[in-house]
């Protein structure tokens, strides 16, 4: 059965404005595509807009759940804070994603656990702020109706447990992790390099782990196979490596060094 032609697609990391490579059917280097990359700093100033917007919404409905101010009067009390509520949780939600992804492009390290820690759940640290203010002011508000407070009550209690579990980094990254996924690598003693010297991995579109083999039987079937260094892979969500890749290469290794 022959095999399946495969580009094989060059990833760089952060920072970088680079142009994607394919080879093509006679071997030879094509460009692709160029795709400018964002990196962590445009990320994380996006993701602090997005939660200043956020909380923008919040202190809007603290301020005419207090009669400050009366805007849409054509609106009730009640969907105009359940409306601000819902624009405060996207805002901060889609912040939050972007905070992560900045996070896996630029990690902290696990030397300070405590800056490690608040870097890695800012977003959730938002999310209590974007809401718990509001969830506090309604509870306590002696005029409003008691329907209309447990409905309120009810769609900010909501708004913040999605905004805090969706913002969470339920696979922080670290400086270190990654480094010891760049030691697992040259470990196998049998891997590819790029121009620069460097050991590269190889992953699928819609891959879930980097391959250390291009012709691992996982990517057999993939029409694109991307490559990039350990830390480019985990820039792209993929911090497990494929077992079977590293296990077969360094079987191959062994073998090499008894022959």
């Not at 939600?93 to 902290?108: E, R, V, Y």
């Not at 339920?170 to 121009?195: C, H, I, R, W």
Request: negative net charge.
């Amino acid at each position: 059965m022959a095999k399946k032609e495969r580009n094989i697609i060059e990833v760089a990391e952060k920072n970088e404005s680079n142009k994607k490579i394919g080879v093509d059917s006679k071997g030879k280097l094509v460009e692709v595509k160029e795709t400018p990359k964002e990196g962590a700093k445009t990320k994380r100033i996006i993701a602090i807009c997005l939660w200043l917007v956020g909380i923008f919404f919040e202190v809007v409905a603290i301020l005419r759940l207090k009669g400050t101010i009366d805007w849409i009067p054509s609106m009730s009390e009640t969907v105009f804070l359940i409306v601000c509520l819902v624009l405060d949780c996207i805002a901060v939600l889609i912040g939050s994603q972007f905070w992560k992804k900045a996070n896996h492009i630029d990690p902290a390290s696990e030397k300070n656990p405590t800056k490690f820690w608040i870097q890695n759940n800012l977003g959730s640290i938002i999310s209590v702020i974007a809401f718990l203010p509001i969830i506090i002011f309604v509870l306590t508000d002696k005029d409003m109706d008691k329907k209309n407070k447990t409905i309120v009550s009810v769609v900010a209690i909501v708004a913040l447990l999605v905004a805090g579990i969706g913002s969470y980094d339920f696979n922080p990254v670290s400086m270190e992790q990654v480094e010891k996924a760049q030691q697992e690598v040259l470990a196998t003693g049998n891997y590819d390099v790029n121009e620069d010297g460097e050991a590269i991995v190889y992953w699928a579109e819609h891959s879930k782990k980097y391959h250390v083999d291009k012709d691992c039987p996982a990517l057999q079937n993939s029409e694109n196979v991307y490559f990039g260094t350990v830390k480019a892979a985990y820039e792209k969500g993929l911090t497990e490596p494929c077992r079977r890749c590293i296990h077969e290469l360094e079987e191959e290794h062994t073998e090499e060094e008894k022959q």
